[in-house]
């Protein structure tokens, strides 16, 4: 009895030492995960298809991919899980915590790259380090899907139009013969610099014991 | 010879001053008299040859009547008066950086109401009914219209605080304090009672938007804090009319049970729901209406303005809070009103909107200064005194503790300098003021004296608070507005935040404020734009709005600059389209060769056409300006979208090739259509890949593609469009809609390929000119079209 009592709570600990959760959140989270995953041990992709809010979201893939992919973990690995544990689960959560009170200015530099990185491998789908013109496009399309009407030219030209923003601001002069690959980390970095990710990046992860238990989807 | 000129404009504007006051004096004193001989009365009218009988009057020539006029008269003299002021303030750039606007209206008023009082002239007050019927809709307008929807929401459990809350702390903090100094003073303020001073304090605890409007403009802080204390000048408007109605009720009868407070509660509940219902009901007819309004473009504005005015004055029928009814309607109709009416209304009611809460501004503060003099006043020291300082700890007391508790609940804590200028912000104004005045005297015998205390606090606030906030501001280095152009970039990751927060919301099962914007925006999208919003514009998603609407703005700077060479870019690059079309793997097909005479040839021939064609364009620009594709062009653009798209798919079986020399750099034409490309989005970007030169007039080779550029394209008049129209080998594309142009002629003599090709580079010849075959990717590479860059 002891010993299995505490062995989740060291776990607990564990992560909440290296997420930065209280204990409570972590708690919370856990049973939550045990509600997506139905009691099983790991959380696969059809589990988080499941759950029915999820339904209506435009990019509801990309998110669902970025649980599994192994760049968010902390590793320096590229590709895909399949399945991905509690640990892994509260990983991803982590990217969503909103900054601790009289965190110093170095720190939140810190904590707002981690969070564009965040963005930035979403968008960045054959992990080669930057988004390319399709890539971009393709996320344009999905946030256009939920709207009936065209989609592909205007996204199209959006994206066009963003890339051309992008390369303009970041890169400035380029000669009409070269050609400008794609969003690096540091451009994306740059363009977004004034959206102050680190305050609007965050949801509230409540210390109560929240709505975990609702049967009804 | 500036100051000198700057001097003499000062000199002569104080002497027009001088004489309208002068003008005006002796007009408010004139009385009653019906002058009628003013009016000309031939002496054909009965009338008038009974009373000339007996002493025949030389027919009045120039006569004198001025009683007619009065009224209006006074008034547009006031406004001359109140505009002229305002006129004058930025002709002295250095006064009006230190004092802010506030102050020195209320000092012209204070000596405007001096010379009245001087010539022995009462000087009008501020009526309080003038005040809340006429003065302060217009500003309240101007603020919901405008209000930043997106920030007010975030914030609302914190302003909604700082609102309710706040102002409760602070009625009775101030209240309670001052009946005890007054019970503790002894002989002359014994009188007030309770009841009295609790009424007093809920009239001066409420933050005043007009005054806080006023000061926070000039100062430019940052967005959080400007809504925060903009916010909470406006919620508090519900509280103030509760606790003013409630202590007004039940100060003549003397007490108040525990029943008359839950009562008071109910009432605030009442009071402000029922505004709001009242300003959201306004507002959806008022969104309704503009749905029809496409053949009436001219009273579109009048609509806003009305409804307006109809759900402030319908509110204060019922004692509901009129200012949240008019900040409700504003705010809720404006996302509908704005997809329905035209580019030249929208300008119109944003201009008649800061026009009037201008002048209405100016008004307010001017009278201020004005009842000043004419009020009738009662000095008492200590009264005074602790009003001020009691104020000033309530509500300092009361953001900090208030910040306390909330930044339990924020995400973006409030750090000790937010609170600093939230608490200095607090300013009191005019609202306060009028409140007072209408005061019953009976009631209240000390109403003076309240007059006065109030008078204080204002002046103080207005002019020590208003004058020290900017060199606060500046010296506690707080965040200030960001001005920068919201860009596209932000604005696709804005909306890619928002539906990803609401995701992992989801997967949390927390639902948090995102679960709950992204089900209203649900719900707005499905049922309740198809209502309000009139015909193709109600299916638009917002990302797709948010970049016409920056199209047609490039579009616009670009045809105002004249088309010269040189565009208001802030971005002066040279990047364009052709740079971040991805690069095609090296076909094997040969490219056709080209001898270096007949390159020359042919690079003469485009330049001498593209200098024709500039003249074209020039003249485009300044004569055929934009029609608003938000008018009634909207569907033609839409039906001639389709066909064009019809005629790409007919042409789908193309090679593109347009090999063209790459541009003399030196070329001013080609420099700025390079520019051009680069600054224009989306549709316009089709111009960088024709610029040099892709024209034939007849096909100087077999293998040069001939590209029909349209210029005047009237399919999309907001924009400078070139037209590239592809014809299939040989044959000319029906295009006779589009105007003149160089038409391109594909004539591949190779076989037809699907792809498009864009070759930057040759990697396989290397020795061969720079053959840049602009990619156009729209109709032969995918099966999604594009439709607007090249054809059209």
Redesign the interface.
């Known amino acids: 009895m002891g010993a299995s009592q505490s062995g989740p709570v060291h776990m607990f600990q564990d992560l909440a030492y290296k997420t930065g959760f209280s204990i409570e959140q972590i708690k919370n989270?856990h049973n939550?995960f045990i509600?997506?995953t139905q009691a099983e041990d790991t959380l696969r992709r059809e589990h988080?298809e499941n759950?029915s809010?999820?339904a209506?979201?435009?990019?509801?893939r990309q998110?669902i991919e970025a649980f599994f992919d192994k760049r968010n973990m902390g590793e320096k690995e590229k590709g895909c899980l399949q399945e991905i544990g509690f640990e892994e689960f509260v990983t991803v959560?982590s990217f969503?915590r909103?900054p601790k009170?009289h965190t110093v200015d170095e720190e939140m530099k810190n904590i707002k790259k981690e969070k564009l990185r965040f963005?930035f491998n979403?968008h960045d789908t054959d992990n080669d380090g930057i988004i390319?013109?399709?890539e971009y496009r393709r996320?344009?399309e999905e946030?256009?899907s939920?709207?009936?009407?065209m989609?592909?030219?205007?996204a199209?030209?959006?994206t066009?139009?963003?890339?051309?923003?992008?390369?303009?601001?970041t890169?400035?002069?380029?000669?009409?013969?070269?050609?400008?690959e794609g969003i690096t980390f540091e451009q994306f970095m740059q363009?977004?610099k004034?959206?102050e990710?680190e305050?609007?990046?965050?949801?509230?992860?409540?210390n109560l014991d929240?709505?975990?238990v609702?049967c009804g989807k | 010879m500036k100051l000198n000129e700057s001097v003499m404009e000062l000199k002569m504007f104080l002497l027009v001053l001088g004489l309208l006051v002068g003008t005006g004096s002796p007009d408010m004193g004139s009385s009653q008299g019906k002058c009628s001989e003013s009016l000309v009365q031939g002496p054909q009218t009965q009338e008038n040859r009974t009373h000339t009988t007996h002493s025949k009057k030389p027919f009045p020539v120039l006569s004198f009547g001025y009683d007619y006029v009065r009224l209006p008269f006074e008034i547009s003299l006031w406004v001359l008066l109140a505009s002229l002021m305002k006129l004058g303030f930025h002709l002295m750039p250095r006064l009006s950086s230190i004092v802010p606007e506030s102050c020195l209206l209320i000092v012209v008023g204070l000596l405007v109401g001096g010379l009245i009082k001087l010539v022995g002239e009462a000087p009008p007050v501020l009526e309080s009914n003038i005040f809340f019927l006429y003065l302060l809709p217009p500003i309240i307008l101007d603020a919901g219209y405008f209000l930043p929807i997106r920030q007010f929401t975030e914030n609302l459990g914190t302003i909604l605080m700082f609102a309710v809350v706040g102002t409760l702390w602070n009625a009775f903090f101030v209240g309670g304090l001052l009946y005890g100094v007054c019970q503790l003073e002894g002989h002359r303020l014994v009188t007030v009672d309770l009841l009295s001073c609790l009424l007093f304090g809920s009239i001066i605890s409420a933050v005043d938007p007009v005054a806080v409007l006023a000061v926070f403009e000039e100062i430019h802080i940052n967005e959080l804090l400007h809504i925060l204390v903009f916010g909470e000048s406006l919620l508090n408007d519900a509280v103030t009319v509760v606790l003013y109605h409630l202590f007004e009720e039940f100060s003549s009868v003397g007490t108040i049970t525990v029943t008359d407070v839950l009562l008071g509660i109910v009432c605030f509940l009442v009071v402000s729901l029922g505004g709001i219902v009242v300003g959201a009901i306004y507002g959806i007819l008022a969104a309704f209406t503009s749905r029809f309004t496409s053949h009436t473009r001219v009273i579109e504005p009048l609509f806003v303005f009305l409804y307006s005015y109809m759900a402030y004055l319908s509110a204060e029928v019922f004692h509901l809070s009129g200012i949240m009814a008019l900040i409700a309607c504003g705010a809720v109709m404006r996302p509908y009103v704005e997809a329905n009416i035209s580019h030249k209304s929208h300008t119109t009611i944003k201009y008649f909107l800061k026009m009037w809460s201008s002048v209405s501004d100016t008004l307010i503060f001017i009278f201020l200064g004005v009842s000043t003099v004419a009020g009738p006043h009662e000095w008492n020291w200590i009264f005074v005194v602790a009003t001020l300082i009691f104020c000033l700890v309530a509500r300092v007391l009361g953001v900090v503790g208030l910040t306390f508790v909330i930044n339990k609940f924020r995400i973006v804590k409030l750090t000790s300098k937010d609170q600093f200028i939230i608490a200095y912000g607090g300013l009191r104004g005019a609202i306060a003021f009028s409140l007072v005045y209408l005061l019953n005297t009976d009631h209240f015998p000390k109403r003076n004296m309240f007059l006065t205390a109030i008078i204080t606090v204002i002046f103080f606030t207005v002019f020590v608070q208003g004058m020290t906030i900017r060199p606060l501001v500046d010296l506690l280095a707080v965040k200030k507005k960001q001005e920068t152009k919201r860009s596209i970039n932000e604005e696709i990751h804005t909306q890619f935040l928002d539906h990803l927060l609401t995701g992992i919301e989801d997967i949390c099962g927390h639902y948090g404020h995102h679960h709950w914007k992204d089900k209203l925006n649900r719900f707005n999208k499905k049922y309740v734009k198809k209502c309000l919003i009139a015909g193709e514009r109600s299916k638009e998603p917002q990302l797709i709005a948010f970049y016409h609407k920056m199209e047609m703005k490039q579009a616009i700077e670009l045809v105002e600059s004249g088309g010269g060479s040189k565009l208001p870019s802030a971005m002066p690059s040279t990047v364009s389209m052709q740079n971040i079309q991805p690069k095609k793997p090296p076909q094997d097909r040969a490219l056709p060769q080209l001898s270096k005479a007949r390159e020359e040839e042919i690079r003469k021939i485009l330049r001498t056409n593209l200098q024709r064609t500039r003249q074209r364009l020039r003249s485009y620009n300044r004569h055929t300006l934009i029609a608003d594709p938000y008018e009634d062009g909207w569907n033609e653009i839409l039906i001639k979208r389709k066909k064009m798209k019809e005629l790409e798919k007919k042409i789908s079986q193309m090679n593109n090739y347009l090999t063209v020399p790459a541009p003399p750099p030196d070329s001013p034409t080609i420099a700025r259509a390079r520019l051009a490309s680069g600054e224009m989005a989306g549709k316009n970007i089709s111009f960088s890949y024709f610029y040099p030169q892709a024209w034939g007039l007849k096909s100087a080779t077999e293998s040069i593609p001939s590209i029909k550029v349209d210029l005047a394209s009237p399919q999309s008049p907001e924009s400078v469009n070139i037209v590239d129209e592809i014809g299939m080998k040989g044959s000319q594309p029906k295009v006779s809609e589009e105007g003149g142009g160089l038409t391109m002629k594909v004539p591949s003599p190779t076989k037809p390929r699907k792809d498009q090709t864009t070759d930057e580079d040759n990697d396989k010849e290397p020795q061969q000119r720079l053959m840049r075959c602009l990619s156009d990717p729209g109709p032969a590479a995918e099966e999604e079209d594009e439709d607007e860059p090249f054809l059209h």
């Open positions: 989270l939550r509600y997506l988080l759950v809010d999820l209506l979201n435009p990019i509801r998110i959560l969503f909103p009170p963005l979403m390319t013109l399709d996320v344009v946030l256009l939920s709207y009936e009407i989609g592909a030219e205007t199209k030209a959006i066009d139009a963003a890339m051309l923003e992008v390369a303009s601001v890169v400035g002069q380029m000669g009409p013969d070269e050609f400008y363009i977004l004034d959206v990710i305050t609007k990046m965050n949801i509230h992860f409540w929240t709505r975990t609702q």
